[in-house]
């Protein structure tokens, strides 16, 4: 019994260390703009992503939020870009 909650404990550890994001992000400056690239977000194919972007002092912080309410049966890899104007 021991070793079979052991094997379960491992499993698990396992695959939560593979299931993880490893979103890649990129920022750049164009024409006065900053760009902020989001690749490869695997999220669900039906997703509709909406924008947040909060400038405090000289932090700037950006939330992708998925607000569709409809989920289909597929997940797939998606980039995102958020362009801030001064």
Same mark, same amino acid.
């Given at each position: ?5 052991? *094997? ?5 550890? @396992? ?11 990129? +920022?750049?400056? /164009? ?15 039906? *997703? ?5 972007? @909060? ?11 998925? +607000?569709?309410? /409809? ?16």
């Amino acid at each position: 019994m021991k070793m079979w909650l052991i *094997s379960i404990l491992f499993l698990a550890s @396992l695959l939560s260390v593979f299931s993880q994001n490893k979103d890649k992000f990129q +920022i750049e400056s /164009q024409n006065g703009a900053l760009i902020i690239k989001n690749y490869d977000i695997f999220t669900n194919c039906g *997703s509709k992503f909406d924008a947040t972007v @909060l400038v405090e002092k000289n932090k700037i912080y950006a939330t992708q939020t998925d +607000i569709s309410p /409809q989920k289909l049966r597929c997940n797939c890899s998606m980039d995102l870009e958020i362009t801030i104007n001064q």
